[in-house]
């Protein structure tokens, strides 16, 4: 069940139906899906970075839950970045 779900963070399932499909992407382009080392890796990258991203909710940093959000969402794609990763449309 574990697997699955990182599989649908990984993925990056929008919540909103205005909003386009975002997705996960391997910069060099291999699948994540069909290599379970790969698999792995990407729990892991993306465990690592939620763990960023959470540092940046958590703050005392005088913003609202808005801009603490998108500061959030801008830590973890600069971490996934950083480990090869892109978030980006599926259109």
């Known amino acids: 069940m574990w697997r699955w779900t990182m599989v649908l963070v ?4 929008a919540g ?4 386009p499909e975002m997705k996960w992407f391997r910069t060099d382009g ?8 790969l698999l792995q890796k990407a729990e892991s990258d993306m465990a690592v970075c939620q763990g960023e991203k959470a540092k940046v909710l958590a703050s ?7 801009d603490r959000q998108g500061a959030g969402n801008t830590v973890l794609r600069g971490c996934m970045a ?9 259109d």
């Open 30 to 37: 291999r699948s994540i899906l069909n290599d379970p080392a």
């Open 16 to 19: 909103c139906a205005s909003q």
């Open 10 to 13: 990984l993925m990056g399932a």
């Open 60 to 66: 005392g940093i005088a913003l609202s839950a808005y």
């Open 82 to 90: 950083e480990r090869g990763y892109v978030l980006r449309s599926v």
